[in-house]
């Protein structure tokens, strides 16, 4: 059956830098754990799948600088395999405990395949996932493109040399990672001025994803909506988030997420269990270890959550699965009979909804993938290249200011609740142009580069969305705004060091080791000059 349209599926994997190599256990390394372990194992399992029945995913992952920095850590990597070994260890006590009763039983069961996948397919590759994502995208089954290089959100950023440094240092990021250019790039927050175009297009950069109300307020008006690509006035292609086939699978409240079958995410054998008994797990403080045994329910007590039941939950994923299609059909229907000709509708999703937040995530992937492909359904899974590749010229749109975050623009990292961190942020990029433009031209020191190098470096991680974010949210509060003050004192020393002649070499070489990130990064991107 020939096609009416085409879905753009964006899974935007992302996660602030955080590499702690001196501390056995640091809680925040945790993120990263779980998201390799729920989310992108998972990923590349259904990836393998897939492939061996002969069926193309077509997806757009998004993989962010930070992330990928954190995939190639060897002492990431290290931390990983243990700590998959010992939620085995932990899952082989909790089999005991759970005996014969069902479903406990069933769901531990599930928990172990879970891990013993991930343990599979680390030895596999030696701990580096980063290798199969290429094979993927190099066998046409995925497109992977990039973000800014610590995820700002880069309307918050009033230096036109930051936005560069930004935009710039991922594109090569990018390069050395995947070997190869990347034509798209995710807009942290899908948060866009008109700026942005400049550099997007300097770097390479064929097309971004903007907010709804980005295209839908954009000059002149978009004759399709979000529904058709558009062209900025430079040429950067431009394609707008559909919120209807967003809401229905991100929103806890009205989308499939929140079925009373699937997993509760917030009660965790971490806070329930015997503390003497997960000891060993808990590193001297209740955390979540992974493992919730509870079903959604309802809108019930977390205390009153029902058990969880894998094969109830997977019947609601096939269900789930059939009724998002058959909304996308009638949706590509709707917007056919208002004369949108071959309409494209784009999906956009934070990668760690599936699996991580909806445990039941990538089964839904799966199914939806799997049903477009073998039933011939007249939606197309087509990736953006592959979308921009066989339609006509784009119309030409001038975006307008937006963000998908909460009310539509910049609310969620700008508030009272973190404007304190913008001084010191602002102030150490300020010093940073000053510095790259006085020393661009200078024959320095080896030691001296290094350190301006490194300057570049926290300045750049000062600026991640995700510091402000976790302030906003009151969660892990006291690590974010430690972040943020300790990049921009650590810049700011350093800049003093260099201009002094006095660069200490042995605290230069810890932040070059825990801040691991950028090898090839030079300073002078932080220079005024368009070229150096």
């Known amino acids: 059956m020939s096609a009416k349209g085409s879905l753009i599926l964006v899974l935007h994997a992302h996660l602030p830098y955080v590499n702690h190599p001196s501390s056995p256990d640091f809680l925040e390394e945790n993120w990263f754990f779980e998201g390799v372990v729920e989310t992108y194992i998972p990923l590349i399992t259904m990836l393998e799948s897939l492939a061996k029945d002969g069926i193309k995913a077509g997806l757009t ?55 013993e996948q991930a343990a599979e397919l680390l030895r596999r590759y030696s701990g580096d996932i980063i290798t199969p994502l290429k094979q993927f995208q190099a066998a046409g089954q995925i497109e992977i493109i990039t973000t800014s ?77 979000v529904y058709s690509p558009y062209r900025t006035p430079n040429g950067v292609a431009v394609f707008g988030r559909d919120c209807e086939s967003s809401r229905e699978v991100w929103s806890s409240r009205y989308g499939y997420p929140g079925d009373p079958s699937y997993r509760e995410f917030y009660r965790d054998v971490g806070y329930d269990g015997d503390e003497e008994y997960l000891r060993p797990w808990l590193g001297g403080q209740r955390r979540p270890l992974g493992l919730k045994y509870h079903r959604i329910t309802g809108e019930v007590d977390l205390a009153k959550k029902e058990l969880y039941d894998p094969d109830a939950a997977l019947e609601r994923v096939e269900a789930h699965a059939a009724d998002f299609l058959a909304k996308r059909m009638a949706q590509v229907d709707a917007l056919a009979a208002n004369g949108v000709a071959r309409p494209v509708i784009t999906g956009c999703y934070d990668a760690e909804l599936f699996g991580h937040w909806w445990f039941e995530g990538p089964a839904f992937l799966e199914s939806v993938i799997r049903r477009i492909r073998q039933d011939r359904l007249p939606v197309q899974l087509v990736t953006p290249t592959e979308h921009l590749n066989s339609c006509q ?30 001084a010191p942020i602002l102030g150490a990029t300020e010093r940073m142009v000053e510095m790259a433009n006085r020393f661009r031209s200078h024959d320095l020191t080896h030691v001296s580069s290094r350190a301006l190098n490194q300057a570049a470096r926290e300045v750049l991680l000062s600026q991640s969305s995700d510091w402000p974010f976790l302030l906003y949210i009151d969660s892990h509060s006291k690590y974010a705004g430690d972040r943020v003050r300790g990049h921009c004192r650590n810049a700011e020393e350093l800049l003093s060091q260099v201009l002094e002649k006095r660069v200490d070499e042995r605290a230069l070489a810890s932040l070059e080791r825990e801040h691991a990130l950028f090898p090839r990064l030079d300073f002078r991107i932080f220079s005024s000059a368009s070229e150096f």
């Open 393 to 422: 010229e784009p119309p030409e749109l001038e975006p307008e200011l937006s963000s998908w975050g909460e009310k539509g623009y910049f609310d969620p990292w700008l508030n009272q609740s973190n404007d304190s961190i913008y």
């Open 149 to 225: 290089a610590t995820h700002a959100v880069l309307p918050l950023l009033p230096r036109p040399e930051a936005l560069r440094a930004q935009i710039a240092v991922a594109a090569e990021d990018y390069e050395d990672r995947f070997n190869r250019k990347s034509s798209g790039f995710w807009l942290p927050e899908c948060a866009y001025d008109r700026r942005l175009q400049t550099y997007l297009k300097l770097s390479g950069f064929n097309f971004v994803f903007l907010e709804s109300h980005g295209v839908q307020f954009g000059s002149p008006s978009a004759p399709h909506g």
């Open 61 to 115: 992952v998004s993989i962010s600088p930070t992330l990928g920095a954190m995939l190639e850590n060897e002492s990431l990597e290290k931390k990983l395999i243990a700590y998959v070994d010992s939620r085995l260890a932990l899952l082989e006590k909790e089999a005991e405990r759970a005996g014969d009763r069902e479903p406990l039983a069933k769901t531990v069961r599930l928990y172990q395949r879970v891990y």
